[in-house]
């Protein structure tokens, strides 16, 4: 990523369930997290396209599993919230088992960012997330969103009690604050990205 300036990027597709995943051997950055906690807003301030990834405030608003393509050799890949009590329960647990199938089952999916609230303490499904991320293996980053709406102090509280968590974790390998309002942390996510991009290309050469 010379110039991450600008960054070309489309919708490939949307999938409901496995079977529409799109066949590709590309590395893929996923934006997991609860509903409502910024994955979409994300995704478009790091191609700097507002409306590439719909956003919304209702939350629940991503249903399906979006793919978008870049001109940096990987695809951007938007999943369902978790957590959102106003769904049915059904509709909760199709979105549970899709997420699962994809994080848990794509041989492609080169890193994990999990995007929690930076206003407030993780929840059991959070943890829950990053627990089993570990376990099973998979590169994962911790994203905190929404720090426009915090003091610098308070975010560095934050920052500190995320360290802490993750410290033994074999498989995180960053916790960065960001804003989709004033664009912070978008330049060391996409640095991030570009080193475990490589580091995946080369351990499957
Ligand atoms: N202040 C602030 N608001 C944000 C930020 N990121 C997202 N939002 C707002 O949070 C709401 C939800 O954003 P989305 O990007 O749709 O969240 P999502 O995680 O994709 O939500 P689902 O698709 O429903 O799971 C919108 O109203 C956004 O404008 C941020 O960094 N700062
Ligand atoms: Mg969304």
């Known amino acids: 990523m010379a110039d991450d300036k600008h960054i070309e990027a ?8 496995p079977e529409q995943f799109p066949v590709s051997n590309l590395p893929e950055v996923a934006m997991v997290g609860r509903s409502n906690v910024g994955k979409s807003s994300l995704i478009n301030v790091l191609v700097r396209r507002s409306g590439l990834a ?5 939350p629940g608003k991503t249903r399906e599993i979006n793919f978008f393509s ?12 978790y957590g959102y009590a ?3 329960k059904t509709r909760r647990e199709e979105f549970a088992s899709i997420i699962d199938a994809y994080l848990f089952h794509r041989e492609n999916l ?15 499904s959070d943890l829950s997330l990053l627990e089993r991320l ?9 994203i905190l969103t929404k720090s426009d709406k915090l003091k610098p102090a308070q975010l560095q509280e934050r920052l500190d009690q995320f360290r802490t968590l993750l410290e033994l974790c074999k498989f995180n390998v960053d916790v960065i604050p960001s804003s989709a ?7 060391e996510i996409l640095g991030m990205m570009k080193r475990l991009i490589n ?7």
Do not use: W
């Not at 489309?10 to 369930?17: D, E, L, N, R």
């Not at 080169?110 to 059991?124: E, N």
């Not at 580091?199 to 050469?205: I, P, Q, V």
């Open 86 to 88: 106003q769904v049915s």
């Open 181 to 187: 309002h004033s664009t912070m942390g978008r330049s």
């Open 199 to 205: 580091e995946f290309k080369k351990a499957l050469s």
């Open 54 to 58: 719909r956003v919304s405030n209702t």
């Open 134 to 142: 570990e376990f099973e293996g998979r590169t994962y980053a911790v």
């Open 70 to 81: 870049t001109d940096r050799g990987f695809v951007l890949v938007d999943l369902p919230g």
């Open 10 to 17: 489309s919708f490939i597709k949307g999938a409901v369930a």
């Open 110 to 124: 080169a890193l994990v960012c999990v995007l929690v609230d930076a206003r407030h303490d993780p929840m059991t």
